[in-house]
């Protein structure tokens, strides 16, 4: 469990550097009229956004490894970890193929 707690709190601190950057970047932008500000919130927003889908995909290819090791050594709660990795991934291409078509 608290290798889990471990990678969740590396897995956050590692985000933290690219939405720092994003917001730095939006501050900085320099806005007279409503278009160039709409045109620039939807630029920064689109950025967030796949910074998160390439975050959230690499972690579920880090949890596919870990759930290929259970399996290989039969461990207990294998099978569980494999449903809950299905799962997870059609919920990720779901959000995907809705964020995409939005």
Do not use: D
């Not at 796949?50 to 490894?65: D, E, P, Q, R």
């Amino acid at each position: 469990m608290k290798k889990i707690l471990n990678f969740k709190r590396t897995a956050t601190l590692a985000v933290i550097p690219f939405l720092s950057t994003a917001a730095l970047l939006a501050q900085r932008l320099k806005v007279t009229t409503g278009a160039q500000l709409e045109t620039a919130v939807g630029s920064s927003a689109t950025s967030v956004t796949n910074i998160a889908l390439i975050v959230t995909g690499a972690a579920l290819a880090i949890a596919l490894i870990i759930v290929v090791y259970k399996l290989a050594n039969s461990s207990n709660g294998a099978k569980e970890a494999l449903i809950g990795w299905i799962i997870a991934v059609l919920v990720y291409g779901i959000a995907v193929t809705y964020v995409l078509t939005a």
